[in-house]
């Protein structure tokens, strides 16, 4: 018995081809469909001052100093970066540290987790500790955080023998965040400034108090953007996996009707041959 083959309508050849199209855009990068373009948040704007104040203002060739990095502020943060430039000539600062309780506090009374994440790390050889952050996790949405003043980070240093001068102590790569909105997205605190300290070492008297400045001066906010997010973001099908943006996931609402079309299509045009 001979299989006749009938021409294919033409709505049927439509569907066929949009199959094609569509299976074509499942086996795309999923970078190429869909960009990934978070709504900015606007800066709150907030009287902020961070500084660095130390234990003594005077020292001699083998004398130990604290360094506490504080904060003043009348909006709710919930964390900030930092990193921290010396003379490596003059003094040294070693890896221990002990968290402020501005945060710390904060984050125990309202069961949330106070992270330092990356921990300070020291580079005594250039004289800076690498960026860092201290930021409070846990917190519902919306639920608030510290305001006022308050200790965030204490780091420690040693005078070297036979040092002599004035060593400026000063914070770089500032960025301060605020306590996130209804969905937990945090936005930078603007109008935050920063003041840096100095120690004098051997003979002299104290060294002056260094005026505050707006830590977007140039020197001052120069690193990179961190990730102070409270929450965890959840992944959706929609979120790239990849680095270099290869190889996403296309969701299933997409998926389903394309499927669905190219089973049809395909039955019918099956049945078509054999008639």
């Not at 003379?87 to 309780?101: I, K, Q, R």
């Not at 005026?211 to 973001?233: D, K, N, R, V, Y």
């Amino acid at each position: 018995m001979k299989m006749k083959c009938r021409m294919i309508p033409l709505h049927l050849s439509s569907l066929i081809v949009l199959a094609c199209l569509l299976l074509g855009m499942l086996v795309m990068p999923s970078a190429a469909v869909f960009a990934d373009q978070p709504t900015p948040i606007p800066t709150q704007m907030s009287n902020t001052l961070l500084s660095v104040d130390l234990s003594r203002s005077n020292a001699k060739p083998g004398d130990t100093f604290d360094i506490a990095i504080n904060i003043e502020t009348d909006r709710q943060t919930w964390g900030l970066q930092f990193s921290l430039h010396y003379d490596p000539a003059l003094v040294e600062l070693s890896t221990a540290y002990e968290p402020g309780g501005f945060y710390k506090d904060y984050a125990d009374a309202n069961n949330g987790t106070l992270m330092v994440i990356p921990e300070p790390s020291i580079d005594n050889t250039k004289g800076l500790v690498k960026l860092s952050s201290v930021t409070v996790v846990g917190l519902p949405a919306g639920s608030g955080g510290p305001t006022g003043k308050g200790t965030v980070i204490t780091l420690h240093g040693k005078v070297k023998d036979g040092a002599n001068g004035t060593v400026k102590i000063s914070l770089a790569d500032i960025l301060v965040s605020d306590a996130g909105n209804a969905e937990g997205k945090t936005a930078a605190l603007g109008g935050v400034k920063v003041r840096d300290a100095q120690l004098v070492i051997g003979s002299g008297g104290p060294a002056p108090t260094m005026s505050a400045i707006m830590a977007t001066e140039p020197g001052i906010q120069s690193g990179p953007t961190p990730t102070l997010e409270p929450t965890i973001a959840k992944r959706t099908s929609l979120d790239n996996p990849d680095s270099n943006g290869q190889g996403g996931n296309i969701p299933w609402i997409i998926i389903l009707p394309v499927i669905g079309v190219i089973a049809v299509g395909g039955g019918a045009f099956f049945v078509l041959r054999k008639k």
